[in-house]
């Protein structure tokens, strides 16, 4: 039902809706992009598109805090990691694309939760490292869950 909805609001946006919803998306990846630049590498200078791919590896250098560790620390500031290690071509990838419905607020607090978490990472790496402190269930060891998985439905 939600996909239907979905593709009748495409359909009515016409072809003018759809092309300012991807101008949208564009300028707030770019948005992004400029918020960020200066705390995460930007390994490519030239203006992205609907998705802005950052690098931590100059962080991870620096303080010993991963990628994952950056994107569970995001939880704790209400926020979904993005994509992580994604382009693989990135060391320490993290690309993050906004939606042409994401508003300037929106936007702001989550780059200031990832400025911040910078500045924590440099400040206090283990406070990143065990991250997420304020989610119900705490890191999971992702490699034994993997290789031992729980498939039961606990009543």
């Known amino acids: 039902l939600r996909l239907a909805q979905e593709a009748g609001r495409q359909a009515q946006m016409g072809g003018e809706g759809l092309t300012k919803a991807s101008e949208l998306a564009v300028l707030n990846a770019r948005y992004l992009w400029a918020r960020l630049k200066d705390h995460y590498l930007a390994p ?34 209400g926020f979904h990691a993005p994509t992580v290690y994604f382009p693989l071509v990135v060391p320490g990838a993290l690309m993050i694309e906004p939606t042409e419905t994401e508003t300037k607020e929106t936007l702001d607090e ?29 890191r999971l060891d992702e490699a034994r869950a993997a290789q031992q998985p729980r498939l039961r439905w606990a009543r």
Not at 126 to 135: D, E, I, M
């Open 44 to 77: 490519v200078e030239k203006p992205c598109m609907h998705e802005v791919v950052l690098s931590d590896v100059e962080l991870e250098k620096a303080t010993g805090v991963k990628t994952l560790d950056i994107g569970k620390r995001l939880l704790d500031y």
């Open 110 to 138: 989550f780059a200031d939760a990832m400025i911040t978490i910078a500045e924590e990472a440099r400040a206090t790496p283990a406070l990143v490292k065990g991250a997420p402190h304020s989610t119900v269930v705490g």
